[in-house]
């Protein structure tokens, strides 16, 4: 390139932004697109469609009907997109809403965003179109599978989603999740506020990573006032690998339902803002682990064997109606020398003012007593020996399996890459059981 064009090109851009600034308003106001010429008697309110294909509640029914006849001809629905396919939790999938109801729409296209952004109008051209439930939601689609409800094929989509103004996103409604759902409310966007997703969720992300597609996740999101719902986690969502909030607030998304199970979609996490302190009134939680999942793993966990055959597993033996984290080296007949540690998930305390850890244990047995470390600089996966490991001390389990919460200052540690361990040593002498529950890392 040579320097004159160089120049031409500066002046260009230059020219450019001046002017973008000067006219900043106008690139504010959506472009004008010249509405489809449909009058309003040609449009029937979503709530009419619903109810006269009897699509609410009435999910064991039915095949998918036709719009045909008379009633549907020339006939369309109006409403304003509340979907959005950009961040991947929702997937080929358009839902419009108007004052009276809200439906899905099937369609075999990806990329739904770049035509149908969240807060355009659409009108759809019913005629021709099925109405019918997919897994119990209010549907319409393009044809019949079998006696399901097929997507709406890409080279139809132009003739029956017809693009009107853009008129911004709706207000969402209120969700109260203690006065329960019901099939009214499937397709309309919501925000559910003074809720949080449920303590086994927390240090987890938002879906799996690795993907595991046939599943997704779904999070357990409670309200404090009581009630619950699932919020739907799709694992190609951009946002699958992100750590869910702990703390307590709304979220906006659209109530779906899958069979008889409700189910609630984000479009992005810009639809959560959960950063008050939780139900409970307990400060922001950054770790919580409380094995009732009777997983060892789950939330990040690890554990390494440096000798014998004995690994954390969990157990609510004894009488616990909570299950916890156990280890013994007894194996039957005698003591194994063993040497064990549990080792939590990386905590970024990097925005806290202070940490605070707290657990509970017990144990029998006579043997070494188990330690608790925490570690700056440990990798997640190397051997445990690579990292620098600071000794803390707790408050121990008087033994016969009584447990005693145990609370530790992590301020001395505050960094974006904490973990803390639990070191469980024995001989072939001797060796303690060792148990551990409700760990919490809290600001
Ligand atoms: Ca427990």
């Not at 807060?119 to 119990?136: H, I, M, Q, S, T």
């Not at 998930?345 to 470390?373: D, K, W």
């Given at each position: 390139?040579?320097?004159?064009?160089?120049?031409?090109?500066?002046?260009?851009?230059?020219?450019?932004?001046?002017?973008?600034?000067?006219?900043?308003?106008?690139?504010?106001?959506?472009?004008?697109?010249?509405?489809?010429?449909?009058?309003?008697?040609?449009?029937?309110?979503?709530?009419?469609?619903?109810?006269?294909?009897?699509?609410?509640?009435?999910?064991?029914?039915?095949?998918?009907?036709?719009?045909?006849?008379?009633?549907?001809?020339?006939?369309?629905?109006?409403?304003?997109?509340?979907?959005?396919?950009?961040?991947?939790?929702?997937?080929k999938?358009?839902?419009?809403?108007?004052?009276?109801g809200?439906?899905?729409?099937?369609?075999?296209?990806?990329?739904?965003?770049?035509?149908?952004?969240?807060?355009?109008?659409?009108?759809?051209?019913?005629?021709g179109?099925?109405?019918?439930?997919?897994?119990?939601?209010?549907?319409?689609?393009?044809?019949?599978?079998?006696?399901?409800?097929?997507?709406?094929?890409?080279?139809?989509?132009?003739?029956?989603?017809?693009?009107?103004?853009?008129?911004?996103?709706?207000s969402?409604?209120?969700?109260?999740?203690?006065?329960?759902?019901?099939?009214?409310?499937?397709?309309?966007?919501?925000?559910?506020?003074?809720?949080?997703?449920?303590?086994?969720?927390?240090?987890?992300?938002?879906?799996?990573i690795?993907?595991?597609?046939?599943?997704?996740?779904?999070?357990?999101?409670?309200?404090?006032?009581?009630?619950?719902?699932?919020?739907?986690?799709?694992?190609?969502?951009?946002?699958?690998?992100?750590?869910?909030?702990?703390?307590?607030?709304?979220?906006?998304?659209?109530?779906?339902?899958?069979?008889?199970?409700?189910?609630?979609?984000?479009?992005?996490?810009?639809?959560?803002?959960?950063?008050?302190?939780?139900?409970?009134?307990?400060?922001?939680?950054?770790?919580?682990?409380?094995?009732?999942d009777?997983?060892?793993?789950?939330?990040?966990?690890?554990?390494?064997?440096?000798?014998?055959?004995?690994?954390?597993s969990?157990?609510?033996?004894?009488?616990?109606?909570?299950?916890?984290?156990?280890?013994?080296?007894?194996?039957?007949?005698?003591?194994?020398?063993s040497?064990?540690?549990?080792?939590?998930?990386?905590?970024?305390?990097?925005?806290?003012?202070?940490?605070?850890?707290?657990?509970?244990?017990?144990?029998?047995?006579?043997?070494?007593?188990?330690?608790?470390?925490?570690?700056?600089?440990?990798?997640?996966?190397?051997?445990?020996?690579?990292?620098?490991w600071?000794?803390?001390?707790?408050?121990?389990?008087?033994?016969?399996f009584?447990?005693?919460?145990?609370?530790?200052?992590?301020?001395?540690?505050?960094?974006?890459?904490v973990?803390?361990?639990?070191?469980?040593?024995?001989?072939?002498?001797?060796?303690?059981?060792?148990?551990?529950?409700?760990?919490r890392?809290?600001?």
């Amino acid at each position: 390139m040579t320097m004159n064009r160089l120049n031409s090109l500066i002046i260009l851009f230059a020219a450019f932004f001046m002017l973008s600034s000067c006219i900043q308003d106008d690139f504010d106001t959506p472009p004008v697109y010249i509405p489809p010429s449909i009058d309003a008697s040609q449009v029937m309110n979503i709530g009419d469609l619903l109810t006269s294909n009897n699509l609410l509640g009435n999910c064991d029914l039915i095949s998918p009907i036709q719009l045909t006849g008379a009633t549907y001809e020339g006939k369309y629905i109006k409403g304003v997109v509340t979907s959005d396919d950009f961040a991947g939790n929702f997937y080929k999938t358009l839902v419009v809403q108007d004052a009276t109801g809200a439906i899905a729409l099937s369609l075999d296209a990806t990329n739904l965003n770049a035509q149908f952004p969240v807060g355009r109008e659409v009108y759809v051209k019913l005629e021709g179109l099925y109405a019918g439930v997919f897994a119990c939601q209010p549907t319409l689609g393009g044809g019949l599978d079998g006696s399901d409800i097929e997507r709406i094929a890409e080279p139809l989509i132009d003739q029956h989603i017809l693009k009107g103004d853009i008129v911004g996103e709706p207000s969402p409604e209120v969700l109260a999740l203690n006065g329960g759902l019901n099939p009214s409310m499937i397709n309309k966007l919501f925000i559910i506020e003074n809720c949080e997703f449920d303590p086994s969720f927390i240090g987890q992300t938002y879906a799996n990573i690795p993907v595991s597609p046939t599943y997704g996740k779904d999070v357990i999101t409670n309200g404090c006032n009581g009630g619950s719902v699932i919020v739907r986690m799709s694992d190609y969502a951009a946002f699958a690998g992100d750590t869910l909030p702990i703390g307590n607030g709304s979220i906006v998304g659209i109530l779906g339902i899958y069979n008889d199970e409700y189910q609630f979609t984000i479009r992005d996490t810009n639809d959560v803002d959960m950063k008050n302190p939780r139900c409970d009134g307990a400060d922001n939680l950054i770790l919580n682990k409380d094995f009732e999942d009777q997983e060892i793993s789950s939330g990040g966990w690890t554990t390494q064997v440096l000798e014998g055959p004995h690994d954390w597993s969990t157990s609510n033996q004894g009488g616990s109606n909570s299950y916890y984290a156990v280890l013994s080296n007894w194996n039957g007949q005698g003591n194994d020398a063993s040497e064990a540690w549990l080792i939590s998930p990386s905590m970024n305390l990097s925005g806290v003012q202070s940490a605070t850890l707290e657990f509970r244990n017990a144990y029998n047995y006579g043997g070494p007593t188990m330690q608790l470390y925490v570690s700056t600089d440990f990798d997640n996966q190397s051997a445990v020996g690579d990292a620098s490991w600071t000794e803390l001390s707790y408050t121990q389990s008087q033994g016969g399996f009584a447990f005693v919460t145990a609370t530790v200052d992590l301020s001395n540690f505050i960094s974006s890459n904490v973990h803390i361990a639990f070191r469980y040593t024995g001989s072939n002498q001797d060796g303690s059981t060792w148990e551990v529950d409700d760990i919490r890392v809290f600001e």
